[in-house]
């Protein structure tokens, strides 16, 4: 009898950088577990293309008691939980001097506190084993500043260090957690800007042809992998040299 597949749980995983994380990871022979908050039939539709080896589940990231029950769910319907992939998140730009607490509140506690509950989850299931690979999607907010990002900026900074404090309290246990920093993506996200931001967002770009969902899933993928063994606590950009 063959080995079962290793399961993955990628956190908004139906669209965007998400579904081309899912995508990469299944063809790698993952099998994976995929989140939707509002958008049910992009879940349905990585479903429907991979029968058997992707299936959605609800989450909304906000909700406290929910990411428990999502990893029971999870690892009782298809296996144990192997890696996690925090990628879900919103996005709001505004002036901090225009900022709302419900704004601030709803960025910080829906990319941070989601990706804390999911982690913590994970981790309790995970440490059992012995064995286990998480990587968050952060962002370049979180390395320099852009305007109206505040929220946004600070959200995906404490995911970096949050990253890397994990990273020392699992090493010993063999649970490796990195993030992956990507450039700008061209993604449901990012539709709305206009021409001339998406512009300045790449001005700094080596490389033409910029950064696709794909690259950035290409790295998540070598991160999951055995490739990877000896990484842990590590912040990947991939920005096709904007940071240069």
């Known amino acids: 009898m063959s080995d079962p597949l290793p399961i993955a749980l990628i956190t908004g995983g139906g669209r965007g950088i998400g579904r081309a994380i899912a995508e990469r990871l299944l063809d790698d022979g993952w099998t994976v577990a995929v989140t939707w908050c509002s958008h049910q039939s992009a879940a349905?539709?990585?479903?429907?293309?991979?029968?058997?080896?992707?299936?959605?589940?609800?989450?909304?990231?906000?909700?406290?008691?929910?990411?428990?029950?999502?990893?029971?769910?999870?690892?009782?319907?298809?296996?144990?939980?192997?890696?996690?992939?925090?990628?879900?998140?919103?996005?709001?730009?505004?002036?901090?001097?225009?900022?709302?607490?419900?704004?601030?509140?709803?960025?910080?506690?829906?990319?941070?506190?989601?990706?804390?509950?999911?982690?913590r989850e994970v981790l309790r299931a995970m440490v059992g084993r012995r064995r286990g690979s998480i990587v968050n999607i952060a962002s370049l907010s979180a390395l320099h500043g852009v305007a109206g990002h505040a929220a946004y900026g600070a959200s995906k900074a404490g995911l970096v260090a949050m990253t890397r404090c994990v990273a020392r309290e699992m090493g010993r246990r063999s649970i490796r957690i990195n993030a992956v920093v990507p450039g700008f993506v061209a993604t449901d996200?990012?539709?709305?800007?206009?021409?001339?931001?998406?512009?300045?967002?790449?001005?700094?770009?080596?490389?033409?042809?910029?950064?696709?969902?794909?690259?950035?899933?290409?790295?998540?993928?070598?991160?999951?992998?055995?490739r990877a063994a000896s990484i842990t606590g590590q912040i990947l950009t991939v920005d096709a040299g904007a940071t240069a």
């Open 44 to 119: 349905a539709e990585l479903e429907e293309a991979h029968p058997g080896s992707a299936r959605g589940f609800q989450l909304d990231l906000r909700d406290r008691e929910r990411p428990a029950r999502l990893v029971a769910e999870v690892e009782s319907e298809l296996g144990p939980i192997l890696a996690l992939v925090n990628n879900a998140g919103v996005q709001r730009a505004e002036l901090l001097a225009m900022a709302s607490d419900a704004s601030w509140d709803e960025v910080v506690d829906t990319n941070l506190g989601g990706a804390f509950r999911c982690t």
């Open 189 to 226: 996200m990012t539709a709305g800007l206009s021409e001339q931001a998406v512009t300045a967002l790449r001005a700094g770009e080596c490389l033409r042809h910029g950064t696709p969902a794909e690259a950035v899933a290409d790295a998540v993928a070598f991160l999951l992998s055995d």
